[in-house]
């Protein structure tokens, strides 16, 4: 059974600071880690992808990836009140090379306070 | 504009009637997804295809059924068999591949009534 496990917050953050946002997942053939957000009543946009160890930098967003531990985070640098939303993490496996969709958390509810 | 496409974005149901959620793309991609989110939780895979004329059940298929006649459409059918169908619908589209990158519609909300 794929599980991806995420805090579901709130998780509450200073306007300027950095927000943290952690994942962790079962399946050790996991291939692809993706961050979505998600604002109230809206559909998940993706934020950022990594695929291999280490880090991944966009602008603000920092995505890092340790497969040996299997944990994926999210950092949000000079976090602004509009980065306030949930933060969903998903998870690909493949099988037989295709793309048989994406496993994720229950997200974390970040607000950021301004 | 490339995107994907859902209608209606309100949905109203009676008990014991079916009905089809419209999901179009015009992204080129060969993956189409179905995900339903209830409050408080993360999306769950209920139906996805990766080519033309076939598909695969995901986690929670049992009450739904699709269709892939045509590779920008995937639409979604709630039949009278799926006991608690209000929740937010949500279509997905990929390329093929290892980093299959998803993009999302802009849901369909369904409520029984």
């Known amino acids: 059974q794929k599980e991806v496990e995420q805090n579901s917050g709130p998780l509450s953050v200073p306007e300027g600071a950095i927000a943290s946002l952690n994942c962790t997942y079962s399946?050790?053939?996991?291939?692809?880690f993706f961050w979505y957000r998600q604002y109230s009543g809206k559909s998940p946009e993706l934020i950022m992808s990594?695929?291999?160890?280490g880090d991944k930098e966009d602008g603000r967003f920092t995505a890092q990836l340790n497969k040996a531990s299997q944990y994926v985070s999210l950092l949000i640098r000079d976090s602004q009140p509009s980065d306030s939303a949930t933060y969903l993490c998903?998870?690909?496996?493949?099988?037989?090379?295709?793309?048989?969709?994406?496993?994720f958390g229950k997200g974390t509810h970040l607000i950021i306070q301004p | 504009d490339g995107g994907i496409t859902q209608s209606p974005k309100y949905l109203f149901r009676k008990e014991g009637q079916n009905v089809t959620l419209s999901c179009e793309q015009n992204l080129n991609h060969d993956a189409m997804y179905w995900y339903r989110q209830d409050p408080g939780q993360g999306l769950r895979l209920i139906y996805y295809s990766q080519i033309v004329n076939d598909f695969q059940k995901g986690d929670i298929a049992e009450g739904y059924s699709v269709s892939r006649e045509k590779k920008e459409s995937f639409p979604l059918t709630v039949t009278s068999a799926q006991k608690n169908p209000t929740a937010f619908y949500l279509c997905?589209?990929?390329?093929?591949?290892?980093?299959?990158?998803?993009?999302f519609g802009q849901g369909t909300r369904l409520t029984v009534v």
């Open positions: 997905a589209s990929s390329v093929q591949g290892w980093n299959t990158e998803a993009f």
């Open positions: 990594i695929y291999s160890n």
């Open positions: 399946d050790r053939g996991s291939q692809s």
């Open positions: 998903a998870v690909n496996v493949l099988s037989g090379g295709g793309a048989d969709g994406l496993t």
